[in-house]
């Protein structure tokens, strides 16, 4: 018994639970979230006196502890939005009303990649595709998806500069880089 014990403490330590934590992560919402007053790109600092660490379980912790208030941070302010419990039902219903918003910073491009070749660097940040702003890689998707097939400018920010670029886009609307 003993050693069982001693054992299960030893996976414990040595795996331990992994997660994406809370601290400094921003949320990416959907429709119900943007309604109740989160916006894309707030982090959720806390609900009522709650401080949520496990960034999968946001939307669980907003309805396990009936919050009535969540603090967030928006850009450089604290923003408290009350909840309606009211709309807790659609909040058990909705589909991943969090979801981790990614920014979309360039890793590398791979060789068998249709834009192989093109001058992009390791921490190039897309922050537009043509005409339209992307500040998440969520944002991109629907724009890629629309020009699938085509080229397309983007336009990338490298340390202080703000550089061009036309990509090739394939016809699943992707453009063949590694996310960082």
Known sequence: FILAIVVYIGILAGWGESYISNEGSKIYVNSLAYEMGFRTGDEILSFDDYKPENFATLQVDLVRNNVSKATVLRQNDTVE????????????????????????????????????????QPGDKVVSIGETEVEFIQDSRPVLKSLAGNVSSITIIRQEDTLVKDVKIDTAGRIGVILQ
């Open 81 to 120: 939005l009350y909840i309606d419990q009211n709309r807790i039902g659609e909040v058990l219903q909705s589909p991943i009303m969090f979801d981790l918003a990614i920014p979309f910073i360039i890793s590398d491009i791979p060789e068998e990649s249709i834009n192989h070749g093109l001058d992009i």
